[in-house]
């Protein structure tokens, strides 16, 4: 999804760093950032740590080794195209639970991409093999070779509520803000892009209507890691929006 500039909006930047979220920029992903000092430094390095991970079934293809921040941010960008271009394609859609054992796949942090399988299933090495060249044949269009992907067991998510704490931030959850000691609350909206190809995500106008205004998800606490990023960017004229 790229950010359409429609009407009075805030664009709210998060940080993601596995489930821990601070304030620069998720992915919708939990795992690509905008600090990319924050990030570790990719290669081979990253596959030998996922090793000694008992939820790891197979590791494939290589991590390339890059240390540059403006480096690592290509390769995020370019893996989180590769993944897009197979949910639009719906590829795996025949893999997907309950039809077959894929519950999630998107790229991570860390410099790779990862297939997530629900625990307990009978995955085989075939199938494996079938999911990856899905991904190597879609990664070839972008000159990769031997792209890096990992397979792993989890388990399927929990149904939650509105105004539970949620890691990855998702839409259609609570959120608030405090403006002169009041405590306003609202619902997340989607997740955007900005120019810059930078994540966040878009609450209402009158909601985030202050650049650098911190929003909490749930709820204002105490609690450090109830912190979902700040209010990035507010603009336009049409719609309220954020």
Known sequence: MRWVKAGIFALVLVLVVGSVVATAKNNFSRNITDNYEEIPDFGQHVIEKLKNNN?????????PDIQDKKLK??????????TD?????RN????????????AYGHDYRGFIR????????????????VYSIFNEKAK?????????????????KVEARDSY??????????????????????????????????????SGHFGDTVGLQIWQP??????????????????RYSDAS
């Open 115 to 130: 297939v997530s399988f629900k625990k307990g299933s009978n995955v085989k090495k075939d199938l494996i093999d079938g």
């Open 73 to 82: 941010k290509e390769w995020l960008s370019i893996l989180d195209k590769i």
């Open 92 to 103: 795996l859609d025949s893999y997907f639970y309950p039809k077959g054992p894929i519950i």
């Open 166 to 203: 949620w890691r990855p931030i998702i839409g259609g959850i609570q959120v608030q803000v405090k403006k002169e000691g009041v405590i306003y609350e609202s619902t997340l909206g989607f997740s955007a892009i900005n120019y810059y190809s930078e994540r966040g995500y878009v609450v």
């Open 141 to 157: 269009s972008y000159d990769i070779y031997d792209v890096p992907v990992v397979f792993m067991f989890e388990d399927l998510p």
């Open 219 to 236: 709820e204002v606490s105490w609690r450090f890691w109830y912190k979902a990023g700040k209010v990035a960017k507010v603009g336009g």
């Open 85 to 89: 271009d197979i949910r639009d394609g």
């Open 55 to 63: 939820n790891v079934i197979a590791i494939y293809g290589k991590i």
